[in-house]
């Protein structure tokens, strides 16, 4: 059943898919006005596999690979509906929504059986080191997507022939507040996460290896993400520069991500 | 509908006559007053802008005479302006009623203002009872003609002036203009039209520098900004999210270097320089540095000139638009035409067969309910079979000229005049009754 949930959800956000796609050549209002409904209901999908997935398998660790994309995606949903409620655009969500499509359709295309974790794992912890840091990645992700906007409103600015494509995009000061907004606010949660994930690690391996792989790379997207807020913050570094940071810190992400098939300690269940 | 518009607009007529046929405000009721009092008018109504002054008429049996109603009031020998009046009837007035209210016979087309003004103009003819029924239903049906031209088409939506460009450029900079600082170097005329426009826009307080103080401080007190010695220009002008230039110097006064320690002071929070002055105060290649955005003087008219032909464009699609409400309001109001006739035919057949029910039971006594109910739907059915032909035939003939003799026809035939009569004084009583209910 939560596949079955999970791909009802992945029709609603093909809507989105399909917003952004138009979006780039020119506006549709019929699009525009449904893709945030239409997205909101795969949420509410989503939000059910996601629960039944959980109540299962039993447990509230969701370690098997696709179950973290789907987490992942509904993560940026929300953050993108955040800033829909606060800002009233959609823009973002021609980054957002083709991503999220994505996310949930390597979900959705197959699922492996939920292994159990090894027993004795302290599961309150895992499961806020995984909430946590899935809630950094959005974050980090959202603030992704607004430095891209950002940098193609600046250029068609800069062009001084303001095409009609991006006339819809809002005013470069309130994307450069979405991507700094989400940049602050994801930070604390994915510090949070790490800490938790080393409480979790210690009580498993009894310290932590630095020179693993998952662990190395962690830090580093870490360190990477706390330039981009200091420069951010001490600077107001914005424009082409913090679309680079915001680029180097989201491919520090991924690969750290990426890092769950090499790493010894940190593997999905299912990888 | 007898309908009649003459007038002047700035096409027609130089700005000499139209001030001799404007009508000022304080004029205006007591002008719509005459006009629907004139000889053959049944209701009028007078828009006088400073681009337009028209008369709109509904007429009795087309036989008024606005022009007659032009040289009484302004005692003027018309001869001299016949060849800047315009005049209209019937189709061609809704027509232009319909663009005006749309703005599409404006001098800038699109332009917003227009469309309070007819509204203000129909408001004071309404108040002394010069438009009624007919040219209520008119204007009624322009101002949602006018309001689906703006929603449907781009007519109105973008910025025509360089001063408005400026403006929008700013906002899809900054968002919300509130809270931002203007800045201005050297006190020109238009430097100032364009501080009043972002000023207008939200933008808080103002700076301004000159090579001359006393120059920059009656700008600034006019503003309620402050005034800033041209000396201080470099180490001030970051204060200013908006630079607008327009000195006399003969080589850029603003140069990358300057623009990167701007940026640094600023924390990279972008500037907008608008630079009007020619030759250019800003050099161009501070528009490459990352947060600065420079458009000067051409930069700007190209986006009006750009904007200018999109509004052409739209305006393609305007008329279109209005084209099929022209026809849609006609065939409205000629369908009303039919519809008392209608109503009466109904109601004379209806009696007819009430009449010859009652006369058959008479002479039956007293039916079951089955019976009753047989005898009623077999008339029921006989009447609308007969009526069904001849009421098509009339919604049909409403919509050509001959509607007209075809309604004396159907009135003569079955013998209606009476009725119809009636039935028109009292839907008048009617209209003009949910009209003063609509008026509150």
Known sequence: MPLLWLRVALGFYGVGLLYALVALSRSSDLLSRIAVPATSLGMVFHFVSLSEAVLLSGQLTLASVHNSESLLAFMIMAFFMIVYLVYRTTSPGMVVFPSVFLLTFVAATGQQPFLSMSPGLRTGWLFAHIALIFTGYAALFLSFGASLLYLVQESSLKSKNPGRIFSRLPALEVIDEIGYRSLLLGFPFMTLGLIAGSVVAQAKFGRVDFLDPKVFLSLLMWVVYLIMVYTRWNAGWRGRRAAYLATGAFVAAVVAWAANYVSTIHRFAAS | ?440
């Open chain 2, 1 to 440: 509908m007898k309908l009649q518009l003459i007038g002047v607009n700035h096409n027609s007529a130089p700005v000499e006559v139209r001030e001799r046929l404007a009508i000022p405000e304080w004029r205006l009721a007591e002008a719509c007053r005459q006009l629907a009092e004139h000889p053959g008018v049944e209701e009028g109504m007078i828009l006088s802008t400073c681009n337009r002054v028209e008369l709109i008429a509904h007429l009795k049996n087309g036989s008024g005479d606005l022009r007659a109603f032009l040289r009484d009031y302004f005692q003027l020998d018309l001869n001299q302006f016949e060849r800047h009046l315009y005049e209209y009837r019937e189709q061609d007035a809704i027509r232009h009623v319909f663009r005006v209210a749309a703005s599409l016979d404006s001098m800038v087309l699109g332009e917003p203002q227009i469309l309070g003004q007819v509204k203000e103009a129909y408001a004071t003819a309404r108040a002394v009872g010069a438009v009624r029924a007919q040219l209520d239903q008119l204007l009624t049906r322009a101002f949602a003609v006018a309001k689906r031209v703006r929603t449907e088409t781009a007519v109105g939506s973008s910025a025509v002036s360089v001063a408005s460009v400026a403006v929008e450029l700013a906002k899809k900079i900054f968002g919300n203009l509130k809270g931002k600082q203007v800045y201005l170097v050297g006190a020109g005329k238009m430097s100032e039209l364009a501080a009043r426009h972002l000023l207008a826009h939200g933008c808080t307080s103002i700076f301004v520098a000159n090579r001359t103080y006393d120059r920059a401080a009656y700008l600034a007190e006019k503003f309620d900004g402050q005034a800033i010695h041209f000396e201080e220009l470099y180490e001030t002008c970051d204060r200013g999210d908006i630079v607008i230039t327009s000195t006399g110097a003969p080589h850029a006064i603003f140069r990358p270097e300057h623009g990167e320690l701007f940026l640094s002071r600023r924390k990279n929070r972008p500037m907008f320089f608008i630079d009007i002055a020619v030759p250019r105060d800003v050099d161009p290649e501070m528009n490459k540095l990352d947060g600065i955005f420079v458009y000067d003087i051409d930069d700007l008219q190209q986006a009006v000139s750009a904007h200018v032909a999109d509004r052409k464009k739209e305006a393609d699609r305007a008329e279109a638009i209005i084209n099929s409400e022209v026809e849609r309001f006609q065939a409205r109001i000629q369908t009303l035409d039919v519809v008392p006739t209608i109503v009466s035919l109904q109601d004379h057949l209806e009696t007819i067969r009430q009449a010859e029910i009652d006369r058959v039971r008479g002479r039956l006594g007293p039916l079951t309910p089955d019976q009753e109910m047989a005898v009623d739907a077999l008339t029921r059915g006989i009447v609308n079979k007969i009526m069904h032909t001849p009421i098509r035939t009339l919604k049909t003939a409403a919509r050509e000229p001959e509607a007209i003799t075809l309604i004396d026809q159907v009135r003569r035939l079955f013998n209606l005049q009476q009725e119809e009569g009636e039935r028109e004084r009292k839907s008048a009583a009617s209209k003009s009754g949910g009209g003063s209910g609509a008026r509150g």
